[in-house]
């Protein structure tokens, strides 16, 4: 009897300390979050893309050119939902010839943004809603299957980062149809052990394989490039096909022109952060952006 429980005792502390201590952010830990949610639903849009169009979950075509296939994108918000960059970007992807799929994780969950830490919506979630928003594309007659790419911003930057490993993708959906590029805007790589993670969280996986940009700003106090500036360089050496730029002058969501001036204690360092609208950065993303679509998210 005494031996019995004795090796339950020892069985429980072996599975408790593996998953205290286990590293968050690989396959296996976005994985065990799946339960904490249920999937999206797509519908394609019925009308053309304006100010005023509903965005959630909808696909936008571009205009002319019936019977094409097209190269698609999903373009996946910040903690704070949708606003008005993401219309910005939407229009400027479809003037660029991709179909758009504006991803909601939110709203249609009766959430107006996930920002606090830790998040109500895990990332295991975020990231599923990107592979399932692929697959949805990849059944339109309308889409090349083979050049859907995703676009990310902050938190839905870090699922488009996570994304770049056909590992997590493959773990968070069956036969999961591999994103031809991500791309990931003012994200981040890694964080440090915190009290609650004490091994802190991988984001840029080791097998990273799939095409990655990551733009970030010098002067992002949220969600510091240090990390991938340590990281990507590594990555790259290996083989990956990653790239990334560092805009000196940008803060974080430098790209929000509607937020300019927004201020908020960072849920990651506790610092005042205060967003600035760059102009400049934001036109140079833009192009970098499109450039780097045009190479590895369409039909070669």
């Known amino acids: 009897m005494m031996r019995k429980l004795r090796f339950w005792l020892l069985t429980g ?13 690989l396959p296996s830990t976005l994985q065990a979050e799946l339960p904490f949610g249920t999937d999206l639903s797509f519908s394609v849009a019925t009308s053309p893309l304006t100010t005023k169009t509903p965005l959630s979950n909808s696909v936008f075509i571009p205009s002319g050119n019936a019977g094409v296939k097209y190269p698609a994108l999903v373009v996946h918000h910040t903690c ?14 479809l003037r660029e010839g991709f179909v758009v799929l504006v991803l909601d994780t939110l709203t249609t969950r009766g959430m107006k943004s996930d920002c606090d830490s830790p998040s109500k919506i895990p990332n295991g979630r975020w990231i ?30 870090l699922a488009s980062t996570w994304l770049s490993s056909a590992s997590v993708a493959n773990a968070l959906r069956q036969e999961a149809v ?13 964080l440090p052990p915190t009290k609650g993670r004490p091994q802190g969280i991988v984001i840029l996986q080791q097998d990273a394989s799939r095409p990655l940009l990551m733009l970030m700003g010098e002067k992002d106090n949220e969600v510091s490039p240090q990390s991938c500036l340590r990281e990507l360089p590594l990555r790259k050496a290996a083989g990956a096909p990653v790239e990334w730029h560092v805009y000196p002058d940008a803060t974080h969501a430098w790209d929000k022109s509607e937020q300019d001036g927004f201020s908020k204690a960072s849920p990651i360092s506790g610092e005042v952060v205060v967003y600035r609208y760059n102009q400049q950065a934001t036109e140079d993303a833009r192009k970098r952006v499109f450039g780097f679509l045009n190479q590895y998210g369409r039909p070669r």
Do not use: N
């Open 178 to 190: 591999l994103p031809a590029a991500t791309v990931s805007l003012y994200a981040l790589c890694s």
């Open 128 to 157: 599923k809603d990107q592979l399932d928003a692929i697959a949805f594309l990849a059944t339109q007659p309308f889409v090349d299957p083979k050049a859907i790419s995703t676009l990310g911003f902050s938190k839905g930057g």
């Open 80 to 93: 704070g939902g949708i606003s008005e960059h993401i219309y910005r970007w939407s229009e400027a992807a």
């Open 13 to 25: 502390l072996w599975w408790f300390t593996q998953s205290a201590w286990a590293q968050y952010g």
